[in-house]
């Protein structure tokens, strides 16, 4: 023992098992190291390491699900905002928030996190002026682009999910341009790329777009619209290809199938309101089997 008091601290470092290195950090900076990990490198760690993987005592959940809770947060907040006029984003907040305050036209607010692969939860909180007020509001997964001209391509005013070339030939092959291997080819139950898709609070109906020839507004299985303020959380399964909606806490059902590739989420907005996003657990395949049935 006395010897050992003698060595030099890196020189002791190097006598400590690795197990023992990690002993001596505290959790919370363990979890910062952690929370640079993308999903699948949290998962990963989670697996193979019982100090991340399993709750240790008084803790609510693993350091490796507290990384991920707190880099979701953060990557949540990174929104890109496509066109400023009117409208203001908190990003250094969680959740995030969209605030437009004016008729002007769409403007629209990208997440900065990327999902691929797995089951992704979000929930809108949107609230209104006024209840009477038009929910002219589109909430849904994008491709992440970007170098896009907001004066010379948009014209002023953003809207992905409306981009038809036949209408916007610039916007549509500078956004199909952008397109890299990750974003992967959709679903083989579709036979078009499902490059941008929303809840549309307005009537409830299903947008989404190819930025090509493709284009859609259509009803589906369980269609409501969200006429004052409430809750719309979204539910990306890019295991099974598909996004599904829940209505202040309850599932109306799956609006899009189709989707394949990487995604992130976006805020498209043309009325006065704040819209604010904050991630979610997805809700377990098996309880929304059971209690609510096929969409």
């Known amino acids: ?23 001596v950090m505290g959790s919370d900076l363990l979890v910062r190291c952690a929370s640079y990990l993308d999903a699948d490198g949290l998962a990963q760690l989670g697996r ?21 809770r707190q880099r979701a947060g953060a990557v949540e907040a990174a929104s890109v905002l496509l066109r400023d006029r009117g409208v203001r984003v908190q990003p250094s907040k969680t959740p995030a928030s969209v605030t437009c305050a004016t008729y002007e036209g769409w403007s629209t607010a990208i997440s900065g996190h990327v999902m691929r692969g797995s089951r992704h939860f979000v929930e809108f909180e949107v609230k209104k002026e006024r209840d009477e007020l038009q929910p002219y509001i589109n909430l849904g997964v994008i491709r992440m682009t970007d170098g896009i001209d907001i004066k010379a391509d948009w014209r002023g005013e953003v809207n992905p999910v409306i981009v038809p070339s036949r209408y916007t030939p610039a916007v549509a092959e500078k956004l199909r341009s952008q397109r890299t291997a990750k974003w992967g080819e959709s679903s083989v139950h579709s036979r078009t790329s499902v490059h941008c898709c929303s809840y549309y609070c307005d009537s409830g109906r299903c947008l989404w777009t190819d930025w090509d020839n493709e284009t ?13 303020s409430g809750t719309v959380g979204l539910l990306l399964d890019l295991d099974e290809g598909t996004l599904s909606v829940f209505k202040n806490g309850r599932r109306l059902g799956t609006m899009k199938d189709g989707l394949g590739g990487e995604y992130c989420w976006f805020v498209a907005v043309a009325s006065p309101c704040t819209t604010s996003i904050s991630r979610g657990r997805a809700p377990n395949r098996s309880v929304i089997a059971k209690t609510t049935g096929p969409a």
């Open 1 to 23: 023992m006395m010897m050992l008091s003698l060595l030099r601290d890196d020189e002791r470092a190097r006598l400590l098992p690795p197990s023992a290195a990690l002993d």
């Open 48 to 68: 193979t390491s019982a100090r991340f993987g399993i709750p240790q005592f008084g803790q609510e959940r693993s350091l490796a699900n507290e990384a991920a």
């Open 216 to 228: 859609g507004s259509v009803d589906w299985n369980g269609q409501e619209r969200l006429s004052g």
